[in-house]
């Protein structure tokens, strides 16, 4: 008689509870199976009824407050992926670890992993059987031992096995990528109704920001939606030949995601795991060809020029091998590009450029331009020089401003932008001289500690860039916030470790 | 008016839920906090009232069934660290991350670390600062680039020093310590009683199994009690000069019960955190002379001589810096020692060992007095090479058997040792032939199967060891379960994988 197998069936009770990609059971401690089986608080249970089953972190209740000892409650998306009525009988059990965990120990003694390898994690890993523990360590053995580029092209491609590949009966889908670290660094906002106008198609998705204070898809949303549906971004790319959408929705290598909510708060960003997120998105959004962009400078993610030719390797290695044509720039990253960081902030220096206005942030124009002629070169027809001019003519006609409000349009216009934050605070220098370097990455700091991204309005707006000459009290920048908390993190950290300028005194 | 921080004040409701070793906070998705901080899902929120703070995993609430929206709900734990009555108000936040994840990120990169960075790291660990997501990067880290020596020591002493140090006021304080590995290895249990019956204080404290069917704890309980309040282990060593209690309870080198809640189920066990977690422990128990068993063999946890070799000269340098005289053993591990594998199995080995039964394990008792032996020695008055006699004496006489007796009457003797699991199934050789090898790996993997150490009564019962002549059909031991989950479990990793025996037919 398998009794201890009966007691094992407990009552699905639903319980509200959002927790986000990681499933939550909830059993009661006087419960007979978790006397019996030895469950352990917080490890991972196997849930099954009929033919479904899922995995989800156990917490053990101490009272009847939310579960009764006869029943198993289950977090809301546990609920939904279980997709049975309340009060069916389900049987808890140990899990078996995901197969896949073999090869992650592997990887951490130093081996090198196949293909198949790739392909057992990234599929565990989207089908929710590894917890942010087993995923921590996937992600550090991988950057320690460092990938081989064998292991990198592998990784791509199973990354991008995990979700569909969009197809646009294109012979030329562009795009455009920059590995980051530069704050206001908003070229794409300028880059793609430029190409598109030109007529190449560029459906650029971008990600929120991870560790800056504003991505792409942060500064788009300013002005417009940037939570399309495949169908509908496919429709504008079709109309439009460009839009500026939040790749989160997308399903494209969806395992990229996941292991995001892991890389974030561990500040990872290693070359093999670089190389291999960015490739496997762009392969499945069926890009062609992709202009990669590598800011170089002291302060950017890039800081050794031979680090950057590495990257860059590895970049075209896999490019090549899985059918992406890809240039590489390597750009000046010595400094943040425009006058703006914070979503509000550089939504106005990106809207300045495209309307031609006389104070629009030239730096930023220029480095669009340089890399819009570069994709406008992948056409063949295109002579090999010729691109930065047409670039240049599309900007200076008005056509770039044109196609970006009809992208706006074709995504959803909003309302109105959001207001900059309404408390402000001046940083300003402490002696005369001149601007001799500005540290991104504390300027990052800084404005994320301000509230940027999340709140739109929050940021930095910079009055003086390298070389130019300030006086003594006079305004380096202006810091803009929405929250008090905020506001005096900001102010808090610039008083306590930098406010990111270095000033030299001018001679004599 | 600072309205956001007023905002962030919920009111503190406690919410029954053990969460193990992290703390758990529920908010409503309908709390202004939750909507204008931008808190994530799972991710760690700083709770504050009055001076006091915590740090809580946020899980967020989808309806009102546990908090409402002006409330901020606490797990047992947190609110037992908070210490503050329910309706308190709280004021939830960004928690400032760890401040030695720095050190973790520099390890991440290859970095060798200060003695400081792993004081901050350890500490941080012990005051509940990090994740599990975090401790498993920091392990990875370590394992991957390996540690260099200093940092081993380093390691150890930040380990030791998150606990408090006993003081036995002895000049000579002896443990020993196995590092893993073989199934049956339960040589403490002998060689305790025959240390304490000479007169050497041998205050063991081991750990429960960790990826093996039994740690000395797991069976030493199947005998007395092992949990043990630091002052009655005192007491019960000063009266009988040694025990045999579970470590967990004593608060030495705490961190270390922390971090294997991460390496336990990722498997870690690397030499440099093998090294700093024994030594450490040991340092804190107030060792002053440590015997070191590093069984050696094909399916053990050192499979190499040359990294037997390297693993104990570590041991030497760590341990002659922390002032611990130690004696690293290199032993056979070719093949699981004594007959049975699960607490109660192995139990009964040592007590049969102990009683100089004739059907008592001879190899289970002839290692037993080595390592007595060697540590008999450690008492300056004995010669080189006469340890060995002294331990025999020791046994055959039944001193060893009353000092036992006396030690399990002074933890606290169990009225009955649980039975054997009962669902017994035999494993017979398909052939006639002789035993040419025994896999550890595979025989701790079924009797974990089979339900230990858990189930106490579940394991495995070795009728045929190396050498031995089997026919086809006669059974190579028994498997013994409590439960039929866990029975079906091992039988089908034994049909499926391995049975774990090499049989190799006899020529002729």
Redesign the interface.
Known sequence: M?K??MN?RLRLKR????????N?A?MN?NCCVYR???F????KVKVTADSRTILAVL?????N??VSPGELGV??QAFQQLGLPEGTRVLV?HPE?PAS?DA??RK???DVLELEDFYGITRDIVENRY???????F???C???GLERSEVLSYTRAMAATGQRLDWNEPLVADKHCIGGIPGNRTSMIVVPIVAAYGIPIPKTSSRAITSPAGTADTMEVLAEVNLSPERLRQIVKEEKGCLAWGGTSKLAPVDDILI??ER????DAPGQMVASILSKKFAAGSTHLLLDIPLGPTAKVRKRDYAHQLRKIFEYVGDRMGIHLEAMITDGTQPIGRGIGPVLEARDVMDVLRNEKEAPQDLKNKALDLAGRIIEFDPDVRGGQGRDIARQILDSGRALAKMEAIIDAQGRKKEMPALGSMVHEVRSHKDGVVAAIDNYALNRIARLAGAP??KGAGIYLYKKVGDRVEEGEALYRLYS????DFNFAKDFIKKHSAGYLIESSPG
């Open positions: 398998p201890s197998v094992k319980i509200g509870i959002d927790t986000y990609k990681e939550v909830f401690s019996a089986a030895g352990q608080a917080m490890s917490n053990v209740v101490l009272n407050s939310i977090s809301e059990d670890p965990i992650v120990r951490i003694s130093g917890s942010k523990m087993e995923m921590a360590a992600l550090v053995a950057v320690e031992t909510t892991v708060p561990l500040g990872i999340l709140d929405q929250f008090e908390a």
